[in-house]
């Protein structure tokens, strides 16, 4: 049984950083893609991040300007998500999903039908 666990959030300052991770147990997970979405109360499902594989690309939010980072460590099944300087429109229930092996260098998936396991989330709430 697929299962993602997402860690890290929790309520923080605006202006601080914050670092989410996913734990995966995933047979496939050193051969998969995977990505962080979030999404805000009353709000769609959105796009932060991805990663290829082998971490040898990644693709962010048009508007991430340069304040996130996706990383992951293959060897111990586990996905990153840095978040600097943090913003008022930042605070949602972040998200780990993976995708089916692609071993594509280039994968760049963008929209929430391209992967097939998800887990639950992680709070990220931010005062100011």
């Known amino acids: 049984q697929v299962q993602l666990v997402e860690s890290g959030g929790g309520l923080v300052q605006a202006g601080d950083s914050l670092r989410l991770s996913c734990a995966a147990s995933?047979?496939?997970?050193?051969?998969?893609?995977m990505a962080w979405f979030r999404q805000a109360s009353g709000k769609e499902r959105e796009f932060v991040a991805s990663?290829?594989?082998?971490?040898?690309?990644?693709y962010y939010l048009d508007s991430a300007e340069g304040r996130f980072t996706i990383s992951r460590d293959n060897a111990k099944n586990a996905l990153y998500l840095q978040i600097y300087f943090l913003k008022p429109e930042d605070p949602a229930v972040y998200l780990c999903?993976?995708?089916?092996?692609?071993?594509?260098?280039?994968?760049?998936?963008?929209?929430?039908?391209?992967?097939?396991?998800w887990g639950q989330g992680t709070q990220v709430t931010v005062s100011w």
């Open positions: 999903a993976a995708r089916r092996p692609d071993l594509n260098p280039s994968a760049r998936y963008r929209d929430a039908e391209d992967y097939d396991y």
């Open positions: 990663i290829s594989w082998n971490g040898g690309n990644t």
């Open positions: 995933l047979r496939t997970f050193n051969r998969s893609p």
